[in-house]
């Protein structure tokens, strides 16, 4: 079995010579074997427990309580739950780092976006950043919609082409178009707004416009209903409307 000496220990924990003394002279960490010239050796299990000790230093608890716990009953239970817990944390504190790293994403490709970059278009990208994730939630559910009713259309069209039955696909064509129509859109018209790159107002069109307007993804070519300049106007959530 292999012997480790106090420097080479201290080497494989990332610590300093020093402070795996001071966990000796604290009764934690006992070497495995002293040589005849009072030489500190550790073992493969002493490395392991001192892994675990450099561990629970790092969660900021004291030497006292961690002397505690390596002389319970039963220390790997005590040391498997606080490391559940703390990876608990950890993944949590990743998802925030994750969720700040696709705003400033975000922010950037905002700000890359606007010509004229101004003070007012940093409220209009505040604005925009704020309504994000209920617009995304508007338009997912757009979307799993329009998933749907393409999955309804495949299936009446197969039954068209394999069986020559041509009455399903009629019903469903109609079925999915006024649905679209007298519910889908409307919903979608209820729940955005949209921002005038002129005046920075937020608006709603009247829904005629809104229909017929020409549109990309995240703009739509409107008529501000405050400066009454028409321009690409962009698309965010109504904060008026609730998110059902």
């Known amino acids: 079995m292999s012997k480790y000496t106090t420097g080479e220990v201290a080497k494989l924990c990332g610590i300093t010579v020093r402070t795996v003394q001071y966990y000796d002279q604290r009764s934690i960490l006992i070497p495995s074997e002293l040589t005849e010239g009072g030489r500190r ?37 005590v040391v498997t739950l606080l490391l559940q817990q703390h990876e608990l944390t950890v993944k949590a504190e990743l998802k925030d780092c994750q969720d700040k790293l696709e705003s400033i994403k975000m922010l950037k490709d905002e ?18 950043m704020k309504n994000k994730d209920n617009l995304k939630k508007v338009r997912q559910k757009m979307m ?8 309804v259309e495949i299936a009446a069209v197969a039954l068209w ?32 707004s949209y921002i005038c790159p002129e ?46």
């Open 199 to 244: 005046c920075h107002e937020v608006f709603k069109p009247n829904f005629w416009e809104f229909v017929f307007a020409n549109h990309t993804p995240k703009t739509r070519k409107l008529t501000c209903s405050h400066c009454n300049k028409k321009h690409w106007c962009v698309e965010t959530y109504d904060e008026n409307s609730n998110l059902e």
């Open 144 to 151: 799993i919609y329009a998933i749907a009713g393409g999955a």
């Open 111 to 128: 700000i890359d976006a606007v010509e004229d970059f101004s003070v007012n278009s940093i409220g209009d990208i505040a604005h925009i």
């Open 41 to 77: 050796l550790y073992s493969e299990e002493d490395v392991k427990k001192l892994r675990i000790i450099c561990f629970l230093r790092d969660l900021d608890l004291p030497i006292n309580t961690i002397a505690e716990i390596l002389k319970d009953d039963d220390p790997h239970s």
């Open 161 to 192: 082409i394999m069986m020559g039955l041509w009455i399903p696909f009629a019903i469903s064509y109609v079925i999915v178009a006024a649905v679209g129509i007298f519910w889908l859109l409307p919903y979608y018209y209820k729940k955005i």
